[in-house]
């Protein structure tokens, strides 16, 4: 038994679907101007060459000549909880592009009923049916690939919010890892000008013996000695945090990281990085595709274009084909292909009235997509914003800790001189405290400032999007290889190399 059930009006039907799929009205756009221009070149432009290839951004921190930074962030880009759980929304983002795709496909399901019906005056009367189901719903205006297509820039867009984490894991690891040795090299200071003031205070006590000075310039000593002293405890403890932090960051316990930071070196000072003379900067639109956050925002863009489209083809006809292949029989044995039956059946729906509910969708859709283009204007002004502060912090603390280190050598001759002429009593000891305490604020002044100007380093390369890399980026989606995304915006005529 074969059924064939198709309206003669089918066809001109499909084609009014078809019309009026073509009839939707265009989604938001934004006006001229109203999304931010990309400038042709830095205001603060770096006194610093291109380096060819992307290496040097990806894995900025392995050019920082310190290899226990470099193993904490690979250890933190590795088990870092943020960093997991994007990669876990990665995998979600592409499970529901595999669904989105699946629904441009027929389904076929398998179906097998056996029944066993009787009347009072029949006898028992068996039925047997095995037969394949087959169902699929003709995309005609244009939905389901609309879905698609959104589903894939949320592909794209969970794997740059992943490239995002990694940017923001890693600077965050290097600006703790940083601030931990700057705590270090301040406590070191402390330390050294204790022991300084301590032998001062010593002099003073045998001089106050010999008759040569008062008790109140004993007591001033010992004065400049505690307040030394006290700073020592706050420095401990601000080192103490920020392996806390790097801890977290990592994904470790406090206590394993200590044994490895601290415990390991047997007492010795660590070095403070040292960030490589060379800095590679692009042309700000070159910046901006580097930036995962600007391509991210840029690709929920294209998804929410995608859905208004999705949302337009819902108004429109829909045709869905289904059609089955089967036995049947009166007994298991005699399922055979006397007795095979098929149909096929197309059926095709045509929203009359649904109360405004899908025009509001697709207003709602519309004012979504509205929104990432704003998001996506604040994300690229945002990151302009970055990379101009961090270009200007960079040259003004480099000025600084130059400046620092001049003064940090005059107050050190300065204290040495004083002491001296103490000894020889051409001075007072009022003089000698001067010098001490100044030569203790110049040297952590020097401390902070090569700590701020390894960390400002470290903010340029997250402003700039360093951290990820294209080729971890196609590791994370091996069975998806997308076109490349639109952007939004244009940028303005640059020259041809980068400043």
């Given at each position: ?21 073509a009839c939707a009205t265009q ?409 001490q305490r100044t030569r203790l ?59």
């Amino acid at each position: 038994m074969r059924i064939f059930d198709v309206p003669k009006s089918f066809l001109p039907c499909a084609v009014v679907a078809v019309v009026l799929a073509a009839c939707a009205t265009q989604p938001y756009a934004p006006a001229s101007g109203d999304l931010p221009t990309v400038p042709a070149a830095w205001t603060e432009a770096p006194d610093a060459a291109p380096v060819a290839g992307g290496e040097r951004l990806a894995y900025w921190w392995r050019h920082f000549g310190d290899a226990e930074l470099s193993a904490l962030v690979d250890l933190a880009l590795e088990r870092n909880n943020d960093v997991r759980s994007a990669r876990a929304a990665l995998r979600q983002a592409r499970a529901q592009r595999a669904v989105s795709a699946a629904g441009l496909q027929p389904t076929l399901d398998f179906a097998g009923s056996a029944q066993r019906a009787r009347t009072d005056s029949q006898p028992a009367d068996n039925q047997f049916q095995v037969g394949v189901d087959a169902a699929w719903e003709v995309d005609l205006a244009g939905g389901q690939r609309a879905g698609l297509a959104a589903a894939e820039a949320d592909l794209l867009a969970s794997a740059a919010s992943l490239d995002d984490t990694r940017v923001s894991i890693a600077a965050e690891v290097a600006l703790a890892y940083i601030d931990l040795r700057g705590n270090q090299q301040r406590l070191a200071v402390a330390r050294a000008n204790l022991a300084n003031q301590e032998e001062t205070l010593q002099i003073t006590r045998w001089r106050e013996q010999a008759g040569l000075v008062t008790q109140l310039e004993v007591e001033q000593a010992r004065t400049s000695v505690e307040q030394t002293r006290s700073s020592l405890s706050s420095l401990e403890s601000a080192v103490a945090q920020t392996l806390n932090s790097l801890a977290v960051l990592c994904a470790q316990t406090p206590g394993d990281l200590r044994a490895r930071l601290l415990d390991a070196s047997g007492g010795a000072l660590a070095a403070m990085p040292r960030p490589a003379d060379t800095l590679a900067v692009s042309l700000p639109a070159d910046t901006l595709r580097q930036r995962p956050d600007v391509r991210a925002a840029g690709l929920r863009v294209e998804a929410a274009r995608a859905r208004v489209d999705e949302a337009q083809a819902a108004r429109y006809p829909s045709l869905r084909l289904t059609g089955s292949l089967g036995l049947s029989a009166l007994t298991l044995g005699a399922l055979d292909s006397a007795g095979v039956a098929s149909s096929l059946l197309a059926s095709v729906g045509l929203p009359l009235f649904d109360g405004g509910a899908r025009a509001a969708q697709v207003e709602v859709r519309d004012a979504a997509l509205e929104q990432t283009y704003h998001a996506y204007g604040a994300a690229v002004l945002t990151a302009l914003g970055e990379i101009e502060s961090a270009l200007t912090a960079l040259r003004t603390s480099r000025d600084s800790l130059a400046s620092l280190t001049l003064a940090a050598g005059a107050a050190a001759n300065a204290d040495e001189l004083a002491g001296q002429r103490y000894a020889s009593g051409l001075v007072d000891f009022q003089v000698v405290l001067d010098t001490q305490r100044t030569r203790l604020n110049a040297e952590d002044a020097v401390a902070s400032a090569a700590a701020q100007l390894a960390a400002n380093h470290v903010q340029l390369y997250k402003a700039l999007g360093g951290g990820w890399s294209p080729q971890a980026t196609l590791e994370s989606m091996p069975e998806f290889t997308p076109a490349a995304a639109s952007v939004p915006l244009t940028a303005t005529a640059a020259p041809s190399s980068a400043p």
